[in-house]
């Protein structure tokens, strides 16, 4: 299945200055991007335990509803958003899908029942539509494809580390009860949404759109930059070489864009699971194991599974740059976490439930990364502006999905038993299909990934 590793082309010292630059001034500021993005969609599920259920009278069914009708309002604008993006720029287009999302989900400090907090979900969805495949495609069109996988981890830190450092911090903020006169989850909310507002401001002024408008990378720095990825991008799907237009309509009829976005949608499932539900399930820790925590501990408890899991995605991401993506790197992690996730289902106290949980967090988040870097392998321009946002919105249909079949099914079974067990169905899954697309036929022409992986490692762009 995989094809021989050769020792990576040296690196000259401008690629090096180059790529170190790109690292230090633009991935940590779109990383903090990331970071309040997922804070600010996730936020309802630290708020649902702690008071917004019992206050807007919500059944488990109506919670996971409200929290994946999110996703319909996001895969309505998905792919024309990252259209928009790739016209107008990343950085005018990234900085108003910011103070957008924002303002939106400032509202929700004063939403008063189930109807209205829908609407807010759903537009949410709709201001937000865009910013995470819009984010990746920024970030692919500074750095070559040898780099990428290094680039994307680091900027993919910012999701588990959202919660590691989110999860306490909205547990410290709905401790505040009572301050300007609203509940802890509705200051919650208020304190979360802010900075969407201000980053968003500042994005406008801070990020450029190509390296040959950045000023802080010198003369041949931009030249190696521009040429690297000019020469990287020629042959691939979407590429203007020839006087030939991009036909968007040609990745809509990729089969391996496709089969990279139901893989990508077993990933989601799960991710979207824990994040939603995890503070719920530990909020049930005390009628399951006669334990009882306060907010703010139970906010610390959350986020001990994105620890190990942040952990587990550098390292991996790291591996799979030196030796280059191998489908394995995408696989493992699928497999272990179908079949870590249904075992968490009959431990015996919370540490282990925990523990098992922080297993299948680790093995998530190891594997999106590196499948965020097996699109820009083959598309490049407007059809990987489109591959990305398609991947993305069929992904996120499970975002949907998710929520509220773990809400309805739970609502009906009275326990988390089968929807944890579907989450594992479909992890599993996403591992055949990664299996299924290594062997696909492939054009003539293209690579498997593995294969792309390699001729990445090897171009010699140096």
Do not use: C
């Amino acid at each position: 299945m995989d094809t021989p590793t050769r020792s990576p082309e040296p690196q000259s010292a401008v690629e090096k200055s180059a790529i170190r630059k790109v690292a230090v001034r633009l991935v940590p500021f779109v990383a903090l991007m990331f970071f309040i993005n997922y804070l600010d969609r996730t936020a309802i599920g630290f708020a649902a335990p702690n008071g917004m259920e019992s206050d807007l009278a919500l059944s488990a069914a109506q919670f996971g509803f409200a929290s994946g009708v999110f996703f319909i309002g996001y895969i309505l604008l998905e792919v024309p958003s990252n259209l928009a993006l790739h016209r107008f720029g990343a950085r005018r287009w990234l900085a108003r899908i910011m103070v957008s999302w924002g303002i939106v989900s400032l509202l929700f400090t004063w939403v008063q029942n189930f109807e209205q907090l829908v609407v807010l979900r759903f537009l949410l969805g709709v201001m937000e539509a865009g910013f995470f495949p819009g984010a990746i495609l920024f970030l692919s069109l500074w750095v070559p494809a040898r780099h990428r996988g290094k680039i994307l981890a680091l900027f993919y830190l910012a999701q588990p580390l959202t919660s590691v450092i989110g999860a306490p911090l909205a547990g410290w903020l709905i401790s505040h009860d009572g301050i300007l006169g609203l509940e802890g989850w509705r200051f919650m909310f208020l304190g979360v949404s802010i900075p969407a507002i201000v980053i968003g401001v500042i994005a406008w002024f801070y990020l450029k759109d190509k390296p040959a408008d950045a000023k802080w990378l010198t003369r041949d720095e931009q030249v190696w930059l521009t040429e690297a990825l000019k020469k990287e991008s020629a042959g691939k799907t979407g590429s203007t070489a020839g006087g030939k237009h991009p036909s968007i309509l040609k990745v809509f009829g990729n089969g391996r864009v496709w089969m990279l976005a139901f893989i990508y949608f077993g990933f989601v499932y799960g991710l979207y699971a824990l994040a939603f539900f995890l503070p719920t399930i530990i909020g049930g820790f005390q009628e399951q194991f006669g334990t009882e925590f306060s907010v703010t501990e139970r906010g610390f408890i959350t986020a001990i599974p994105y620890v190990p899991a942040a952990i587990a995605l550098y390292f991996w991401s790291r591996d799979a740059s030196r030796r280059g993506l191998r489908t394995w790197h995408i696989v493992i992690p699928a497999v272990v976490g179908g079949l870590s996730i249904p075992v968490a289902l009959f431990t015996g106290s919370p540490a282990a439930t925990i523990a098992v949980i922080a297993v299948t967090a680790m093995a998530i988040f190891s594997a999106l990364p590196n499948f965020w870097t097996l699109p820009t392998q083959f598309l490049t321009g407007a059809a990987a502006a489109a591959g990305i946002a398609l991947i993305n919105t069929i992904g996120n249909l499970a975002g949907f999905s998710a929520p509220y079949v773990t809400g309805l099914v739970t609502d009906v079974t009275g326990n988390y038993e089968v929807p944890m067990f579907i989450v594992g169905f479909f992890l599993l899954l996403s591992a055949a299909l990664m299996v299924v697309l290594t062997k696909m036929k492939k054009p003539e022409g293209a690579a498997t990934p593995d294969e792309a992986a390699e001729l990445a490692r090897t171009s010699g762009l140096d």
